[in-house]
């Protein structure tokens, strides 16, 4: 692909979101597009920094440690978010690293991370990932569980939560389950969900989502 049809293909991402947005009445509310660069290197994603876009997802601690402090440098206002499993061996390094960790689902998680930030006193916005569709092989928190973990989080812990982030079922209409990140999110007393990928980001939209996670609708296929 030639260097700036990633910028032709954000476009593309921005208009449907546009549309999808208002078509559900939302227009004029924000919406967060983080691009998720997993397995992309360096070279694609200097033509998305220069042109100013600020949200970037990484999925393993590791690989976003070779990529991104030296690219932070250069363009400061990076909100870089962790959207990948975090074991609490990397809890010191993610907290260094990322703006935002969306995928805190366990209390193990949760306390190391409040305990770095005690000890760092660098806090930031954190996201309780839900097992939305009650995967065996996916992460997060059981739905049913889900309120009570919020609770301690915020009470035992003083985590900042900001949310709920999920990836519902491949091959099964995601709107059902979107439905009920959102309602979690209501009861809760949360307005942040994190929702939509590529294939499923305009229905993310019309159901509310905050933010949607587009990484292949700009890179194409991951090798
Ligand atoms: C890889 C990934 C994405 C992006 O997936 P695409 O289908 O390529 O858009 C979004 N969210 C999470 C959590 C991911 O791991």
Same mark, same amino acid.
């Given at each position: 692909?030639?260097?700036?049809?990633?910028?032709?293909?954000?476009?593309?991402?921005?208009?449907?979101?546009?549309r999808?947005?208002?078509?559900?009445g939302?227009?004029?509310?924000?919406?967060?597009?983080?691009?998720v660069?997993?397995?992309?290197?360096?070279?694609?994603?200097?033509?998305?920094?220069?042109q100013?876009?600020?949200?970037?997802?990484?999925?393993?601690?590791?690989?976003?440690?070779?990529?991104?402090?030296?690219?932070?440098?250069h363009?400061?206002?990076?909100?870089?978010?962790?959207?990948?499993p975090?074991?609490?061996?990397?809890v010191?390094?993610?907290?260094?690293?990322?703006?935002?960790?969306?995928?805190?689902?366990?209390?193990?998680?949760?306390?190391r991370?409040?305990?770095?930030?005690?000890?760092?006193?660098?806090?930031?916005?954190?996201?309780?990932?839900?097992?939305i569709g009650?995967?065996?092989?996916k992460?997060?928190?059981?739905?049913l569980?889900?309120?009570?973990?919020?609770?301690? !989080?915020?009470?035992?812990w003083?985590?900042?939560?900001?949310?709920?982030?999920?990836?519902?079922?491949?091959?099964?209409?995601p709107?059902?389950?979107?439905?009920?990140?959102?309602?979690l999110?209501?009861?809760a007393?949360?307005?942040?969900?994190?929702?939509?990928?590529?294939?499923?980001?305009?229905?993310? !939209?019309?159901?509310?989502?905050?933010?949607?996670r587009?990484?292949?609708?700009l890179?194409?296929?991951r090798?």
């Open positions: 692909m030639p260097e700036n049809s990633v910028l032709a293909k954000l476009d593309e991402v921005k208009d449907r979101v546009a999808a947005m208002s078509e559900a939302r227009a004029d509310q924000e919406i967060d597009i983080t691009i660069t997993k397995t992309i290197a360096t070279e694609r994603l200097l033509p998305l920094l220069h100013g876009n600020k949200i970037f997802g990484e999925n393993r601690v590791q690989e976003a440690q070779h990529k991104w402090p030296d690219l932070k440098q363009f400061p206002d990076i909100d870089l978010r962790l959207i990948g975090l074991q609490s061996n990397k010191k390094e993610a907290l260094a690293l990322f703006d935002m960790i969306e995928t805190v689902d366990r209390p193990k998680i949760a306390q991370l409040a305990a770095e930030m005690d000890k760092t006193n660098r806090r930031i916005p954190c996201l309780i990932q839900v097992n009650q995967e065996p092989q992460a997060g928190v059981a739905p569980e889900a309120l009570k973990f919020i609770k301690q !989080c915020q009470s035992d003083k985590l900042p939560v900001k949310g709920l982030m999920a990836i519902p079922p491949a091959n099964q209409p709107a059902p389950y979107f439905a009920l990140l959102q309602k999110a209501d009861q007393g949360l307005s942040y969900t994190s929702m939509g990928m590529s294939g499923d980001y305009a229905i993310a !939209c019309q159901m509310g989502a905050s933010e949607i587009p990484g292949s609708a890179f194409g296929a090798g």
